[in-house]
């Protein structure tokens, strides 16, 4: 132990290097940015390609399957998923994790640039973002008022939009739920049809009447001048008395007014109309800090005398989850050192002792923070997990290192620097193999296939190594540095707890050694124990489990498309009901969001201090009394952000979404049978009445009639058409040209638009075309070229998601598919499936590095193998744990079990090292291994016990990862009862296991020797 002799020797070096890595620690705690999770870019993408009033049909025949042909020529996509609106098309691609993000959108944007051309007319704007950790929202705030906001656009823009821009660290700022002013040139027809007026000519002469171009320059004198022609409209009155003939002002075929746009999204907040407004941050700027900008400005804003009675709301602040988050897990680490602290004491009962060792938690962890640092790390929910996952291992080392240092020094001669040096180099290979042990469990992880899961452990895993290693360091330079200057405490007396306690263990230690048939037989009681849990299901797998949060989504699928006012009606409804149960179900605001085909209420909940029922409960309570509705029905379903997957959701391909949409609505039904799903809902979309205008081509060519020009018309008369945008003094408004509302309500006004022939008279719409009523889709979803519809379901309470796979994979397999259609799980199934088949590999993997490295430092196959078993009981201890706490096996437990097995080997590593020790110091095995387990009785009770109690906080209580993420106490408990019942067991067994292996090497041996005396008396006859 070189550097356990450079410490004793240079103790003032020692100390001060520890000062100053400390000092840069607790320095690093400023300069650290405080995040919820590590800004990490996911190889995925999300492309928009708007095309504003058109149908599903034709997004996804001239925009969706172009661009998915050219996309999934790339390499590494695993999965194309698009929808088709009357909007646009959106498309999201996912590629392998071994793509590097920055490529991917380069990749992409230039192969859709590639393909552009093929794209119509108003299709020509692609939008993409890379997906992200931190690159999303950062605040979210719902604003209404007494008064009514729709008109008060400029007064938000002035006082909240601009001065957010203008903060640093802020991306851009959405206001919605409210629309700008712009002018509306609303043309009657009765006075364009008498003035002989052609809309489209109207339309170019409006463009051509406001302009502002560069003209060049000209020289006057030693002055260059730029040349600016400005013809741009100055005031409404200008648009006004723009002369469309001579003798023919605009105002006299059309009113000319500024007006505010319809909505076609709705927002209700407490039953009163809401605005929206979100800000996002830039991808390089800290969250927090950007969050406490907005805050602020927002507190300033509220003030002024022009916002009074508006009302701000703040949905979603992620400062607030951040410091939550983190807080709750500091809380947890400072309860479970405090109980740490108080165990050490009770053992030693010496207080200088006790804050010697203890010193290895702090000093492990602001080096910790220091390592994060310039490892460019982050401080946030998953990093701060690792770090507290490891303060209860942190004295570990320390503890045994100690007990060896001070147990010498009380029955050895010599001075304390040497049987300090001899302490040390007693349990040097025992703690190193418990370090390695403990870090080497998450090499698979680090090392393996790349995925979220793995990449977001890695948060934690390296936390927890740098700290583990910090500890190995300090028990071993610090620790012994400080410990030789102190007088080592009294021996324990004759009669003490402990000693009684080490007399009890020894006689039960003899008798498992004397009675190896009984003891064989607890063995394998054991661990077939848990059989039965599986095989009745009383504990239950399921590694992304739907545990609702205290934001419920409720939405209404609407059934069809209708009026705005129509769906508000359905909202109205449901409001009402809730506003009335407020207090029962611990409401604390609703807000709703609606279109003309979607609506979906929020229901955000108190604390859960000041919760009167479960938010499940909460969930079925509202459902079973909901009101009906008549364009849809209403129920819930999980946050996908709450429980870290998509829960149960199953996809069925085809070729016709018609006949898709029946299918989904019998295998709805069926799925609903289903006991264990509480609710089955569709993603399919009833398609609204559209009217089609089909053009007689024949009939247009003999008037001599573009149908270029018939459809410019159609689209002035219903949607309108956009005009250069109107530039005033202060402002840019948008202009619009479009018929009178009144003159584009039913199909007869359809057909009367006049439409103007080359010779100079006019005809009208109804002669040239035919009208025809049909219900079109909705959107059209498709999934790697396959038109697909999707059922979400709501695991029931007692379920799980496996318990529903299997029990749907029994449905479909009686289910009579139509040739041509298939069905598969969605992505929430498949994430599990996935995750326990990654964990489960890397658990095999941990075992089998564990393995290794006991076999390399202590130069033996056998050994190891009777450390490995401590394993089993705590894998044992785990299972039972968990179903008697009615904790279900979810991936957070599987990381406590990963973490488990590098802590629960080093029992049976400090007791085998001990044995190997005496028995070369000369004692028997027998009293080699009574003896070894009371030298390490008490090293081994403290760390097990500081180690649980540390955790102890954290499985008691509800705490979620980034506030709405997954729990905790999965995790906490999985940890707690294995170590706990496979320390017990292991005290016991390892040593009988350890006694067996050595029977069988003896026995090995023996053979090997006569089978080499017996080929020696045959060489030799």
Not at 387 to 413: H, K, P
């Amino acid at each position: 132990m070189l550097h356990t002799r450079f410490a004793l020797r240079r103790p003032v070096t020692t100390l001060m290097c520890f000062v100053a890595v400390s000092l840069i620690g607790l320095i690093s705690t400023y300069l650290l940015p405080l995040e919820l999770f590590p800004d990490i870019r996911f190889p995925g993408m999300q492309v928009r390609i708007p095309y504003a009033a058109s149908t599903p049909e034709q997004v996804e025949e001239l925009i969706t399957r172009p661009a998915e042909e050219a996309l999934a020529t790339l390499s590494g996509v695993q999965e194309i998923r698009s929808t088709s609106s009357e909007t646009g098309a959106e498309l999201i691609v996912l590629f392998s994790w071994d793509r590097d993000p920055s490529t991917l959108a380069f990749e992409v944007r230039t192969r859709l640039d590639s393909i552009r051309d093929q794209f119509p007319e108003g299709a020509d704007r692609i939008q993409s973002n890379v997906f992200a950790s931190e690159a999303g929202q950062v605040v979210a705030m719902r604003i209404s008022s007494s008064e009514a906001l729709s008109r008060q656009y400029e007064l938000l823009d002035r006082y909240l939009k601009k001065p957010l821009e203008r903060l640093d660290g802020v991306a851009r700022v959405q206001l919605e739920g409210i629309e700008p002013v712009e002018m509306r040139i609303l043309v009657d027809p009765l006075r364009v049809a008498a003035h002989g007026v052609d809309v489209v000519q109207l339309r170019e002469q409006l463009e051509r009447a406001n302009f502002s171009v560069s003209g060049g320059e000209i020289v006057a004198g030693n002055q260059r001048l730029s040349v600016r022609p400005v013809g741009a409209f100055q005031s409404v009155d200008d648009v006004r008395n723009l002369r469309v003939r001579p003798d023919l002002r605009l105002a006299d075929i059309a009113d000319v007014r500024l007006v505010s746009p319809d909505l076609t999204i709705g927002r209700h907040l407490n039953g009163k109309p809401g605005i929206g407004l979100d800000v996002y941050k830039t991808s390089d700027s800290n969250i927090v800090e950007v969050a406490d900008r907005v805050m602020s400005l927002i507190g300033e804003a509220t003030t002024e005398p022009e916002l009074s009675g508006t009302e701000v709301i703040i949905l979603r602040n992620q400062a607030d989850n951040i410091r939550s988050s983190l807080a709750d897990l500091r809380n947890a680490g400072l309860v479970g050192a405090v109980l740490a602290l108080v165990v050490l004491f009770l053992f030693l009962r010496d207080w200088p002792t006790t804050l010697v060792v203890s010193l290895a938690a702090p000093f492990s962890l602001v080096i910790t923070l220091a390592a994060l640092y310039f490892l460019d790390f982050t401080l946030n929910v998953l990093t701060m997990m690792g770090m507290m996952l490891a303060i209860g291992m942190l004295v570990d080392n320390a503890v045994v290192t100690t007990e060896s240092i001070f147990r010498r020094r009380q029955t050895g001669d010599g001075d304390a620097i040497t049987q300090t040096l001899a302490g040390v180099n007693e349990v040097g290979v025992a703690v190193l193999a418990g370090t390695l042990s403990t870090i080497i469990v998450f090499l698979p992880i680090v090392f393996g296939q790349q995925n979220v899961v793995s990449i977001f452990l890695v948060q934690v895993a390296v936390p927890i190594v740098v700290a583990i290693l910090a500890s190995l360091i300090v028990a071993q330079t610090i620790i012994p540095t400080l410990t030789a200057r102190f007088p080592a405490p009294p021996a324990a007396r004759s009669g003490t707890r402990i000693l009684r306690l080490q007399d009890w263990y020894a006689a039960r230690l003899a008798w498992i050694l004397d009675h190896p048939g009984k003891t064989a037989a607890a063995v394998v009681f054991i661990l077939l124990s848990p059989v039965p849990l599986f095989a009745t299901q009383f504990l239950k797998v399921d590694m992304f489990p739907q545990d609702p949060s205290d934001r419920l989504q409720l939405p209404y699928h609407i059934e069809g498309t209708y009026p705005l006012d129509r769906v508000e009606e359905a909202v109205n409804r449901v409001e009402t009901y809730l506003e009335k149960n407020r207090e029962r179900f611990g409401i604390d605001l609703v807000y709703s969001f609606y279109t003309n085909d979607n609506a979906n209420s929020s229901i955000k909940l108190l604390p859960q201090d000041q919760q009167p029922m479960e938010p499940r409960e909460v969930m079925t309570a509202i459902e079973a009394e909901l009101p009906e509705i008549i364009i849809g029905k209403p129920s819930f379903r999980f946050d996908e952000n709450s429980g870290g997957s998509q829960g149960f959701t199953l996809q069925v391909s085809g070729e016709s979404t018609a006949r898709l949409r029946l299918l989904a609505k019998d295998l709805s039904s069926r799925l609903e049978q289903l006991p264990s799903l509480d609710s089955v809902t569709s993603t399919a979309q009833a398609g609204e009445q559209e009217l089609r205008v089909r053009v007689n081509r024949a009939a247009a060519a003999q008037l001599g009639l573009p149908t270029g020009d018939i459809a410019q018309n159609i689209a002035v008369a219903m949607r309108g058409d956009r005009l250069r945008e109107f530039r005033s003094r202060d402002r840019e408004v948008e202009m619009r040209l479009a018929f009178r509302a009144d003159a584009r309500q039913t199909i007869d006004d359809l057909a009367a638009t006049p439409l103007f022939l080359p010779n100079g008279t006019r005809t009208t719409l109804g002669a040239v075309a035919d009208f025809e009523l049909v219900t079109a889709e909705g959107s059209i979803q498709r999934v790697d070229g396959l038109t697909t519809l999707t059922l979400e379901g709501v695991v029931a309470k007692d379920a799980s998601l496996q318990q529903v796979r299997k029990e749907a994979e029994t449905l479909m397999a009686g289910y009579a598919l139509p040739p041509g259609y298939s069905w598969k799980f969605g992505r929430g199934v498949q994430d599990s499936q996935e995750a326990m088949r990654d964990m489960s590999i890397n658990l095999l993997l941990a075992v089998a590095l564990i393995f290794l490295v006991m076999a390399s430092l202590f130069e033996s196959m056998l050994h190891p193998i009777s450390i490995i078993t401590s394993i089993l009981f705590a894998a044992v201890g785990t299972f039972w744990g968990l179903a008697l706490s009615r904790t279900p096996m979810t991936f957070m437990a599987m990381i406590g079990i990963m973490i488990l097995i590098g802590v629960v080997v080093n029992i049976g590593i400090v007791l085998v090292a001990r044995i190997i020790d005496l028995r070369a110091e000369g004692l028997d095995r027998r009293e080699a291994i009574l003896q070894a387990g009371r030298d390490r009785l008490r090293p081994i009770l403290m760390t097990t016990l500081t180690t649980l109690l540390a955790l102890l906080p954290l499985s008691l209580t509800d705490t979620q990862i980034g506030g709405d993420g997954p729990a905790y106490y999965p995790m906490a408990r999985a940890l707690i009862s294995g170590l706990g019942f496979g320390s017990v067991v292991s005290l016991f067994l390892v040593p009988a296991f350890y006694a067996w292996l050595d029977d069988l090497n003896n026995w090995r041996q023996a053979v090997a020797a006569e089978g080499r005396a017996r080929a020696g008396l045959s060489a030799n006859p």
